[in-house]
């Protein structure tokens, strides 16, 4: 217990505002968050609705005995507010369920135990498509110590992308235009300017992504999005890369490992600030957990102490982050870089569970929420992105969004 009192005397709070469709743990405590489409790694967050498909939803809370979780379910509009429907229109079972499914970690110096929810099961099934939020709680607490977002479709139209480095601002510089199509064909709908919608994204990223679109062009059962400004983001820089995967042996770009304070350290090698493009086959700021052995990796894996260093001046007017999947893609004051003024690069340490890791330093100014990858990264036209397009649907007198178009495409393989 002491050492689990000086881990957390360590931790920095957790900011605990509530955004409506990341994937968030509020508490501390909880760490690795993921949710997982069919068992599968690196998959996109969409289900189909049909027998057979599943989501999993996983997460360690860094202390070495059992607490009771339980999870209300909530469906949520494209837009990631509430829908209208009652509970018993969009799910079967209670709204307040136990996650059973526990494990303690086995032969770590970190104590934790690892919890998984898996849906549907047997008490819980999902009835109709579009946005699903999973509310974690402690029991018999109010406040959710952590957040869960998936979504379900029901695909009848189809989705087709390009992404150029040809934009309307640039060429072949520093940003990357992302055009698009909806093909209806067979799909039932009256209005489709004023019924669908759409969201983009660009590698998982929330605080950049795009919504309240128009069509810049209409063709029989088709809607093609060309020339819009709003579609035209910053290209940024290949994501970083290192591994953590043995507590004594250093790894992909580990300059040492040590074992202080009853805990694992590992030391990356210092970062540069980033002025050319540095072309890397990433994975676009995902991680995947594994130890030196890949055996019992959800409770076998350990977590160690990990020091980031960006050597670089200091930025004025706003703050660097550590950011990616590691950090659910958000710039929260745990991942906030402080300044070393006398050896002049930004400093960072944040306890990580053995794995393979992607990363960006990404730079936030005051009063803003959007992560700019200038001036750390650089932003490059041949930088490889993700994107994501969301369309759904409401018909006249339909109470929720149906999530009916999805299709994700990387620019290395247009």
């Known amino acids: 217990m002491k050492r689990l009192t000086v881990f957390f ?6 900011s605990c505002t509530l955004t409506a469709q990341e994937n968030i743990c509020f508490s501390p405590r909880l760490k690795t968050l993921q949710v997982k489409v069919d068992g599968a790694w690196g998959r996109p967050p969409v289900m189909l609705l049909s027998r057979g498909h599943y ?26 507010t509430e829908s209208d429907l009652q509970t018993s229109e969009y799910m079967t079972g209670f709204n307040d369920s136990r996650i059973d499914d526990y494990e303690p970690a086995i032969g770590t110096e970190m104590n934790y135990c690892h919890y998984s929810l898996v849906l549907p099961n047997n008490e819980n099934s999902l009835l109709v498509s579009g946005n699903y939020r999973i509310r974690i709680y402690e029991d018999g607490e109010d406040d959710p110590v952590a957040q869960a977002c998936f979504s379900i479709i029901e695909p009848h139209v189809g989705v087709s992308i390009d992404v150029t480095a040809n934009t309307d601002i640039d060429t072949y510089e520093t940003h990357q ?9 067979g799909y039932q709908v009256s209005n489709p300017v004023n019924e669908f919608k759409y969201i983009v ?13 128009q069509p810049t062009l209409m063709q029989v059962n088709r809607l093609i999005f060309n020339h819009n400004r709003k579609l035209i983001f910053d290209a940024g820089n290949e994501y970083r890369r290192f591994e953590i995967l043995d507590p004594y042996v250093p790894t992909m770009r580990v300059d040492h490992m040590e074992y ?3 805990y694992y350290h590992a030391t990356l090698f210092a970062d540069e600030q ?5 072309y890397d086959e990433d994975q676009n700021g995902r991680y995947y957990i594994r130890n030196r052995n890949n055996v019992e990796s959800d409770t076998e894996s350990d977590y160690f102490f990990t020091h980031f ?10 703050d660097v982050y550590l950011f990616g999947d590691l950090t659910g893609n958000r710039m929260d004051e745990e991942y906030k870089m402080e300044y070393n003024l006398i050896d002049h690069q930004y400093e960072l340490v944040t306890p990580l569970k053995q794995g393979s890791y992607n990363y960006l330093y990404m730079y936030r100014r005051e009063d803003d929420t959007l992560g700019l990858t200038q001036p750390c990264e650089g932003d490059f036209h041949q930088t490889e992105n993700e994107y994501c397009v969301y369309v759904y649907h409401r018909p006249f007198g339909l109470r929720y969004d149906k999530l009916i178009g999805f299709q994700n495409i990387s620019t290395k393989n247009q």
């Open 274 to 278: 980033r002025i050319n493009y540095l």
């Open 260 to 262: 202080a304070n009853d």
């Open 177 to 185: 235009q992302v055009n698009f199509a909806v093909s209806y064909s």
């Open 201 to 213: 994204q660009q590698n998982r990223r929330w605080d950049n992504h795009v919504e309240d679109l």
């Open 309 to 318: 260093t960006l050597q670089m001046p200091q930025v004025p007017g706003g």
């Open 9 to 14: 005397l360590i931790l920095i709070s957790i």
């Open 55 to 80: 989501v999993e939803i996983s997460f360690d809370d860094l202390q070495p005995n059992y607490q009771r979780y339980t999870y209300s379910i909530t469906h949520c509009n494209a837009d990631w």
